[in-house]
């Protein structure tokens, strides 16, 4: 029945540096996953927001970018970023932050799960280890509106009497729809449970105004526990008992904090995905490693690709292929699980090369039962 549907259409972009070389490895694990679940997809490759695209054309993008992916399902996304001819803010602001307004990608969705054979820079009170899985949450950051908006401006620059100012802006609606989005993902989840981040004490007019939409959402959630820290304390809490959370929901800058917080407690950040999610899909959403080009290990074939292969699944799933997802995760905790014998990359202390991992993944993804 799946293989009569029509495909999902990917838009593919490498990007950047390791972008180019982790890429064709989630490629090759969607290949596998696609034969073996029978998943139709269909891929479009795209050389633009780049800056190999930008030193050819002066621009990240073409004119008529949104016309060539607007139509997509979803974006797969690598990295962008060669500070050595563009500088970053000139990448991004030309290519990521572009896709992630006229795409209205109001989530930024970050999982951060202790995974097996990865250890975690924390340990607990006791001083022992985690396990794999004891530490297992998402972030959902607001992606759209909150502390960064561009109102506001300088006065009197450059004297003493200078004065800076620049606006919160939070929309009831902008508001509501990231929290509806977060308690339907909790619960989804095992453990139900709702952590909010705040700092009503201190910013006295908008994250009371957070707080009160959080009351007002909760009571069509009845199915879902919640809880609410200060962001002081909650990245406190991150630190010394990260089992405590399960879904943490929280404005752009603050959410912007935990979801790199999130992920390095969980260990290297070559396995960390992310998503920014159109979740009515009336625009496609895009999926990407939380990881950058990094430069410093571009070309050598040595990057991990694990970050963009589970990104690759975090894209079925949000496209309605959770069978997909789940096959795409067993494969990689069965890779990353020292037991199994397969090759690692060297920032987890292995010696092989970006597609040994990715083909390790790809064959356990083939022959699963
Ligand atoms: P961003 O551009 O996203 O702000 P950045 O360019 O500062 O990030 P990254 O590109 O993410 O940083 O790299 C940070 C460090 O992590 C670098 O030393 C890089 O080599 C390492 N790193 C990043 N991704 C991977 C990966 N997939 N495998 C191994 N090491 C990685
Ligand atoms: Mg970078």
Not at 210 to 219: F, K, N
Not at 253 to 275: H, K, M, N, R, V
Not at 338 to 353: E, I, N, V, Y
Request: charged content about 25%.
């Amino acid at each position: 029945k799946a293989v009569d549907s029509p495909p999902l259409r990917i838009a593919v972009m490498a990007g950047d540096g390791i972008g180019q070389e982790v890429v064709p490895e989630g490629l090759r694990v969607l290949d596998a996953v696609s034969r073996r679940l029978g998943i139709a997809l269909q891929f479009d490759h795209f050389d633009f927001a780049s800056c190999t695209y930008y030193e050819r054309h002066g621009q990240m993008l073409p004119d008529d970018w949104k016309e060539r992916l607007g139509g997509h399902d979803a974006l797969f996304f690598g990295a962008v970023g060669w500070p050595k001819t563009v500088p970053d803010h000139v990448s991004l602001w030309g290519s990521l932050l572009q896709f992630r307004r006229a795409f209205d990608q109001y989530v930024n969705l970050r999982p951060a799960r202790l995974m097996p054979g990865v250890r975690s820079p924390l340990v607990k009170r006791d001083g022992s280890p985690y396990a794999a899985g004891e530490i297992d949450m998402l972030i959902v950051r607001e992606n759209t509106e909150g502390e960064y908006s561009s109102i506001g401006g300088r006065m009197f620059a450059g004297t003493e009497r200078e004065i800076v100012m620049q606006e919160t802006v939070m929309s009831r609606l902008g508001v509501d729809r990231v929290l509806r989005y977060a308690f339907e993902l909790a619960r989804r989840r095992p453990r139900r449970h709702l952590t909010s981040a705040t700092k009503s004490n201190g910013i006295a007019i908008t994250m009371p105004f957070w707080d009160e939409r959080v009351e007002a959402i909760a009571a069509e959630f009845p199915d879902v526990t919640r809880d609410q820290f200060h962001i002081d304390i909650l990245t406190a809490h991150f630190v010394q008992r990260p089992q405590a959370f399960d879904v943490v929901v929280a404005s752009n800058l603050f959410g912007d904090i935990l979801s790199d917080l999130g992920p390095a407690c969980c260990g290297t950040i070559g396995i960390a995905p992310s998503a920014n999610l159109n979740p009515e899909r009336k625009f496609p959403s895009l999926f990407e490693p939380v990881h950058g080009s990094a430069p410093d290990i571009a070309g050598k074939g040595i990057a991990n690709p694990i970050a963009q292969i589970w990104s690759a699944a975090l894209m079925l799933d949000f496209l309605g292929r959770r069978d997909g997802h789940d096959a795409i995760l067993r494969g990689i905790e069965t890779v990353l699980d020292p037991a199994s014998g397969a090759p690692r990359t060297p920032d987890l202390g292995g010696k092989a090369t970006t597609a040994d991992v990715g083909r390790a993944v790809a064959e356990c993804v083939g022959s699963l039962a």
